[in-house]
């Protein structure tokens, strides 16, 4: 390909933003042309990620819409809540397409988004613009859409999880619990009590019970899927550990279906999309067993004596739920194979 796809990334320094410069680097139709960030710039991206020596030493630039027209054809936001519905909407008048990797977009009702997010919601019009990108579920819409809003990481995980068992009638929407636990990355890179290595390091610990901001993205979708309203019970936990995502999913079954009911009718509905592994019966997955890959693996066990199905998720949060996911939708918006620039075996042990 000889005219590549000119990348900015504005955020890049955050995790999500590195981890976008990182799998971008071996895209072979994509090259970043201008890394960004309001807090630093002017210096070099090395000061803040030494890691990126003789691989990205570029200067940072500022967040200015008609020098990162100049620059790119797609700027991707990895930046903090209530940043990117201000500065979306300029990137999309300047001609640029988009991809945001907050939530700014993702909710469709902005009364809900200003109850869960505490900040002011984009202006409708934007909202109804972004495509929500959860590519398994909703690649077809993706394909072509100019602005795609990137799925959180706790709902990628929950939702590939729930969705093919919701719509095929096989479980009881009103009986659902995620039980959802996250390594520190998730918090990203600013320092707090929270995160601070001495709470943290041989800690486990329930935050943010029954008030996460993710609970409205999961029940916008789910919502859709079933064609009425679904609301769930959802707790997440931070462990210490940097990387991953386990969602463990409870629901009472509607029908009489064994295990290896369940792995085909997921193998089916997911036929055709690479990044979803399905485990064989009796096994179940492990953060581990994703770690720095694009893939989300479902594993499930039906317990017959209680009539309930336990489905276990695991992602990276970084990749399947922020720079990964967003790569791919990329690719679906260009009309390139999915798996592009996404194809290496996830880091073990």
Not at 199 to 216: D, G, M, R, S
Request: aromatic share 8%; net charge negative; glycine share 8%.
């Amino acid at each position: 390909m000889v005219n590549k796809l000119r990348i900015a990334i504005v955020g890049s320094t955050g995790y999500g933003g590195v981890e976008l410069m990182r799998l971008l680097q071996s895209h072979p139709n994509a090259e970043i042309t201008s890394v960004i960030s309001s807090s630093s710039a002017g210096s070099l991206i090395t000061e803040g990620y030494p890691h990126l020596q003789g691989i990205r030493e570029e200067v940072l630039d500022d967040v200015d819409p008609e020098l990162i027209k100049q620059k790119a054809d797609l700027v991707f936001l990895a930046t903090p809540a209530g940043v990117a519905s201000k500065l979306a909407p300029q990137y999309i008048a300047a001609g640029l397409k988009v991809i945001d990797l907050s939530g700014d977009f993702r909710i469709k009702d902005r009364d809900v988004y200003e109850q869960w997010y505490k900040k002011p919601a984009a202006e409708q019009a934007h909202l109804d613009q972004a495509v929500f990108g959860l590519a398994e579920v909703y690649g077809d819409t993706v394909v072509d859409a100019p602005f795609i809003s990137n799925p959180g990481c706790f709902p990628t995980a929950t939702l590939l999880g729930i969705v093919p068992a919701l719509q095929g009638g096989l479980i009881d929407h009103n009986t659902l619990v995620i039980d959802a636990k996250s390594g520190v990355s998730g918090a990203g890179r600013g320092a707090s009590l929270g995160t601070h290595y001495s709470e943290l390091n041989e800690n486990f610990k329930a935050y943010k019970i029954n008030h996460h901001q993710h609970i409205p993205e999961i029940e916008m979708v789910l919502s859709q899927v079933a064609d009425e309203q679904v609301t769930v019970s959802f707790t997440t936990h931070l462990v210490p550990m940097t990387r991953g995502i386990m969602a463990t999913i409870y629901a009472k079954l509607n029908q009489n279906v064994t295990e290896s009911d369940l792995i085909k009718h997921y193998e089916q509905y997911y036929e055709g999309r690479p990044f979803v592994r399905i485990r064989p019966e009796g096994q179940w997955p492990a953060t581990k067993e994703v770690w720095g890959s694009n893939y989300c693996d479902i594993g499930f066990s039906v317990d017959k004596r209680t009539n309930r199905v336990t489905i276990i998720s695991v992602i990276d949060n970084l990749v399947k739920g922020a720079a990964g996911q967003a790569i791919q939708n990329m690719n679906l918006m260009m009309g390139w194979d999915e798996t592009l620039g996404l194809q290496f075996v996830p880091v073990y042990p």
